[in-house]
């Protein structure tokens, strides 16, 4: 049986009561949504991880002054930024959690680059008129490719329950 997230949940009420107190779009600016994922993060982590424990406390607080973060000064909205963002960044190197849709954007970029490079130096060798079609094909294979070698990581990191 799964861990019941009392703490998190706890904590993910405690935000909504105070949604009514946070503009619309800076609930979805300053990703607030994220920060209730994070707290189920810390919680399920909590049990072997020190640090992730440490950071329970750090939540909580920066859940208590939700509102004055968000609706404060542009150094109070800083502050919340690097706060969470520490959290986050220890959530992605020592638990292996990555953001939604991450392997797809990568593997992107990745497929285009190296499928227009090798399918232009090919055209190139062949017949050096075809490059423009070469470079216009390597595009799209490299494209199409990334994007269903990153689906399915992104599809195995999310069976593993590792996307944040």
Avoid at 7 to 18: A, C, F, H, V
Avoid at 51 to 66: M, P
Avoid at 91 to 100: A, M, R, S
Avoid at 105 to 128: C, K, Q, W
């Amino acid at each position: 049986m799964g861990k019941l997230k009392v703490w998190s949940k706890n904590l993910n009420n405690k935000i909504e009561l105070k949604k009514e107190e946070i503009f619309k779009r800076d609930y979805k600016f300053f990703k607030i949504d994220r920060l209730e994922r994070i707290n189920e993060r810390l919680d399920v982590f909590s049990d072997n991880c020190e640090i992730c424990r440490n950071f329970k406390t750090e939540s909580e607080d920066i859940v208590n002054r939700l509102p004055e973060y968000i609706n404060g000064s542009p150094g109070m909205r800083a502050e919340y930024e690097k706060r969470t963002d520490t959290i986050v960044k220890h959530l992605k190197q020592k638990h292996g959690l990555v953001p939604e849709q991450y392997y797809v954007s990568a593997y992107s970029f990745i497929g285009f680059l190296s499928g227009t490079l090798i399918f232009g130096g090919a055209a190139y060798l062949i017949e050096p008129g075809f490059v423009k079609w070469g470079l216009l094909s390597g595009f799209t294979f490299g494209l199409i490719i990334g994007r269903i070698l990153g689906h399915q990581k992104d599809k195995t990191k999310k069976t593993e329950d590792l996307i944040l």
